[in-house]
């Protein structure tokens, strides 16, 4: 017998408007508007590009023969910059996991529901890539790919925070040129690269090998491969 359930999503959406189009809206007050969302289809060409990519890899790195060899660790020990992270053993041990890369090249998966600390887990690992001392001496990029602008923005706010007034040296936020600044948390800003007309812009291979930690979507990364240490991509935030 059949059994039959009935889900219900409930989306609440915001609008928001530049001055310009405020100033029209404003004298059309108590009219009615059809909104229509577009979904755009590039970012999920692109990730099935990366799908159908994975067949050209090495089958080894998709699936790791078991038990995977342990390698010696990189360093014996961290000190967290997160008060969270100093007080909650499971997220200092996964951090201590990514940073000793005992099972590298397997990469490692950060899994649990929304709210248990996996964004803060993440930005801790990727800021002791570049501040701890054993570590910074290897010269480590750290590359942070988040599936949309918003992700990538909170990781570049949270890591701002982290990484205390050395943070505009070591961080570069890359954004589309077609991005609005409008759309930019203000926070973000001080982070990302302009051309001479103010615009936002790609950067440079110098200014990516002079900031160790680059954040972008997976569709704007501009980083080559082979100059990656390690690899950050949250899934959901």
Same mark, same amino acid.
Do not use: W
């Given at each position: 017998?059949?059994?039959?359930?009935?889900?219900?999503?409930?989306?609440?959406?915001?609008?928001?408007?530049?001055?310009?189009?405020?100033?029209?809206?404003?004298?059309?007050?108590?009219?009615?508007?059809?909104?229509?969302?577009?979904?755009?289809?590039?970012?999920?060409?692109?990730?099935?590009?990366?799908?159908?990519?994975?067949? #050209?890899?090495?089958?080894?790195?998709?699936?790791?023969?078991?038990?995977?060899?342990?390698?010696?660790?990189?360093?014996?020990?961290?000190?967290?910059?997160?008060?969270?992270?100093?007080?909650?053993?499971?997220?200092?041990?996964?951090?201590?996991?990514?940073? #000793?890369?005992?099972?590298?090249?397997?990469?490692?998966?950060?899994?649990?529901?929304?709210?248990?600390?996996?964004?803060?887990?993440?930005?801790?690992?990727?800021?002791?890539?570049?501040?701890?001392?054993?570590?910074?001496?290897?010269?480590?990029?750290?590359?942070?790919?988040?599936?949309?602008?918003?992700?990538?923005?909170?990781?570049?706010?949270?890591?701002?925070?982290?990484?205390?007034?050395?943070?505009?040296?070591?961080?570069?936020?890359?954004?589309?040129?077609?991005?609005?600044?409008?759309?930019?948390?203000?926070?973000?800003?001080?982070?990302?690269?302009?051309?001479?007309?103010?615009?936002?812009?790609?950067?440079?291979?110098?200014?990516?090998?002079?900031?160790?930690?680059?954040?972008?979507?997976?569709?704007?990364?501009?980083?080559?491969?082979?100059?990656?240490?390690?690899?950050?991509?949250?899934?959901?935030?």
């Amino acid at each position: 017998m059949a059994c039959c359930s009935q889900v219900t999503l409930r989306i609440t959406a915001s609008l928001s408007f530049n001055t310009c189009v405020m100033a029209d809206l404003s004298r059309l007050a108590r009219s009615t508007f059809q909104v229509e969302f577009v979904f755009p289809r590039t970012p999920m060409r692109i990730f099935h590009t990366g799908i159908h990519a994975s067949s #050209q890899l090495p089958p080894a790195l998709l699936y790791p023969a078991l038990p995977i060899p342990q390698m010696p660790p990189r360093i014996p020990d961290f000190a967290p910059r997160s008060a969270q992270v100093s007080s909650n053993p499971q997220q200092r041990r996964a951090v201590l996991a990514i940073l #000793q890369g005992t099972s590298r090249p397997v990469p490692y998966l950060l899994f649990g529901p929304p709210g248990t600390g996996k964004t803060t887990t993440l930005v801790e690992a990727a800021a002791q890539c570049v501040l701890s001392p054993e570590l910074a001496q290897a010269g480590l990029h750290v590359l942070l790919c988040a599936p949309t602008n918003a992700a990538a923005d909170v990781l570049c706010e949270r890591l701002a925070d982290v990484l205390g007034p050395a943070r505009a040296e070591k961080m570069l936020r890359v954004l589309a040129y077609s991005r609005s600044e409008q759309e930019v948390p203000p926070r973000v800003l001080p982070f990302t690269v302009r051309d001479p007309e103010g615009n936002f812009a790609l950067p440079t291979r110098a200014e990516l090998q002079r900031r160790p930690i680059v954040v972008a979507t997976l569709v704007s990364n501009p980083t080559p491969p082979q100059e990656i240490s390690k690899l950050f991509s949250p899934k959901a935030l």
